[in-house]
């Protein structure tokens, strides 16, 4: 057992990738996870959590019971690519021979003006909690962001608080990624729940009461909460990895670091195209990838060629407050079957079942990776 194997960051794509390295490489590798806390945190549920839901707690110690995985509740912070050692805060430092890279991303505060000031946002738990404790003192609270994360943001806060007036900002169309069908029930939702509207609306500047859009108008909010971007640590790029413009790590067809083949990246902290797209950062295209990942570490271990992933979209599945949903069937290269739409209870049905299936695939990584592989 001289392989050592570390994987950084137990998100979807971290713990995946850590559990199922250390089943498929056996005796021959040594799996440690490093996590900046010692939970796994339902990041695709977080929007719930910021209105007052209670997320279930979920000890990273228990979902790694008997799998061999050594866990170390520690923040990385820095790599070093030629000595493969990773720097911990508050441990002591950690060699290693495969790199599994999985920091997923946090809420790109840069893109506008004052938002690293004054936004909230929905991307990690703790901003989910300071958006949470702040919302019984507002009356109105405006979204930035008509994608999946927006959608989800406005119609939970305004399902959740009926008294506070919701409003929604998008630089281009309210569910741009979306077929014609899903974003005309789109609109009619938001309009049922009272939710304002802004499409075509680039914004300018965030302050403390409001925002500014680049045509010159001002919208006062009590508080903004930005979901119209994310980024990749900078840890990456930092260490000399090659990556794109949201820090992702660049990757080849098996996963690994197009600049240091023995860094393998999967999840929201890397990029490779999925069917002749950039990956977008989802679970459905994480949680996969951190298992093939995984193989791939084992592999590295074993003295093997990792074997090529192959990804594909299923569709999108949209929370719209605690009772109605939207799921958009899509082809494998994300592009939405117009007609196959799914909406109301039943879709909330799936929704929630599907969100419940990452916690399952994360008890149960094999079971998902044999369905995987049956399917092809
Ligand atoms: C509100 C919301 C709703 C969403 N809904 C959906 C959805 O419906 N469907 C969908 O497909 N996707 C959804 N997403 C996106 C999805 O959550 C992400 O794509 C997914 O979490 C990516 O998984 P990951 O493992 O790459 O990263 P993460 O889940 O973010 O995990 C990264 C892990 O790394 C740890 N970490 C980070 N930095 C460090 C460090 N320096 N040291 C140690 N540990 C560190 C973090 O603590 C975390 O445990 C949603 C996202 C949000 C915010």
Known sequence: MNHRIVVLGAGYAGLGAAKRAAHAAGRDARVTLVNASDRFVERVRLHQF????????????????????????????????????????????????????????????????????????????????????????????????????????????????????????????????????????????????????????????????????????????????WAAGFRAPSLAANAGLDVDERGRVRVDGTLRARSHPDVIAVGDAAVLPVRGRPARMSCQIGLPMGLHGGTAAAALAQGREPRPARLRYVGQCLSLGRHDALVQFSRADDTPIDRAVLTGRAAARVKEAVVRGTVFAMRHPEAVAGFCRARR
């Open 50 to 225: 910021a209105v007052g839901q209670k997320p279930a707690d979920l000890p990273l110690a228990g979902l790694l019971a008997g799998t061999g995985v050594d866990l170390v509740v520690a923040r990385a912070a820095g790599l070093d690519l030629d000595a493969r050692t990773v720097r911990l805060d508050g441990a002591a430092d950690l060699g290693y021979d495969t790199l599994v890279y999985a920091l997923g991303s946090t809420a790109d505060l840069d893109v506008v003006p004052g938002a690293r000031e004054h936004a909230l946002t929905v991307a990690g738990a703790a901003d989910a909690g300071s958006l949470r404790d702040r919302l019984p003192g507002l009356a109105s609270v405006t979204v930035i962001g008509g994608g999946l994360t927006g959608i989800e943001s406005a119609t939970e806060l305004a399902e959740a608080r009926p008294g506070l007036r919701v409003a929604l900002v998008t630089a281009g169309s309210l569910g741009a990624g979306l077929g014609p069908r899903a974003r005309r029930y789109l609109h009619r939702t938001f309009e049922r729940m009272g939710v304002a509207v802004h499409e075509n609306a680039p914004v300018a500047k965030i302050a403390a009461d409001g925002l500014t859009l680049e045509d010159g108008r001002y919208l006062p909010a009590d508080a903004v909460v």
